[in-house]
């Protein structure tokens, strides 16, 4: 199930219309725009599906979801004031199996009361009276995601409103990957320039449990608090991708700062391989980045670049504006000009 429109209003940042999603996508824009706070709202909505996050009274937001699913069509939406659920609304292919707002819920023409501080779908799940509702919620939970320049050695990064490896450290997803899914971990450091010959764990007693990486013509292993930052970050990056395409649901995987920090040849050549990675094993990727040497390997069809005014941010991509991404094509300009030009606002000028 690919999710193909996100809205997201809060108290005091929304973003102005629905941002459009494809397979594969690469949330570009100039420095605070909204591009992380876009990524890190998806997240939140994530987390409060997954009942991973505590609500206050001072939270107010509201989100809807729009998903493809074979050859239906499911919308589902939600809002939230404090702790409390004040509406929801699903629907598949136009038809509303589910309303609810402050005269009660409805589920399947059937009335309902779940408790005010619990979307339905969290307390009626039911894989054969309600497949919609379970595919939603099998959608979120194998949802994953992170913030690139924030992956420790160690360890993942604590930041709250990421879902990372569902749990997993490093360790326990290496071990879950199959001999094959090793190998093209090996095969795609090398194309990084990272001369990886060998992956083995290394386990003694409960509490010690490492990752060992051995080069060629390096006679010692290497572990992360070894390695530089940025060859830790690419391979656990490559691990991660390997560890949700051997996953039944592989869903979404959200990246934040996606290569920052890497040089060109790394970070366009990583870039390369996630996004040709994810587009073949069908795991929808939604990445933002500011780093240029990515931009210019990502296909400008993938690219949706965000602007903001004030606390609304809008987006601009190519099924809303296809004749400005056509029309870019003939200018012989990079990807990079695309928006830090001023193509757009000539174009939007008429000039």
Known sequence: MKLTQFTYRGKDWRLASPINLQEVN????????????????????LLFLMQLSER???DIFRSELLFEDENDSISYEFRLKGADVVYESLKVNGETLLSRNENGTVLCGESINPPVSKLTLHVRRDVVQYPFIEKIMLWAEHACGLCFNEIEMAGDSAIPFYILGQGQTLFAMVKSLPEKSIQQVIDQAHELGYPIQRIELFEHGSNLKMVLFHEENVK??????????????????LIYAQYMSVRE????????????????DRSTKLGKILFDFCIEHHIQLIASSNDTFLMDVV???????????????????????PDLFDGFLFTGLSNFDFFSSDYITRKKEGL
């Open 249 to 264: 649901f592989p869903s979404l995987l959200l990246i934040d700062d996606l290569c920052e920090g890497l040089d060109y």
């Open 26 to 45: 690469l949330l570009v824009g100039k420095n605070a725009v909204g591009k992380s706070r876009t990524i890190r709202a998806l997240g939140n909505v």
């Open 220 to 237: 010692s292993q290497l572990f992360d608090a070894l390695m530089s930052k940025g060859m830790f970050r690419a391979l656990y990056l």
């Open 56 to 58: 206050n009274t001072l």
């Open 299 to 321: 296909d400008l069809k993938y690219w949706n670049i965000l602007q903001r005014e004030g606390s609304e941010v809008s987006s601009i991509d190519i099924i809303k504006n």
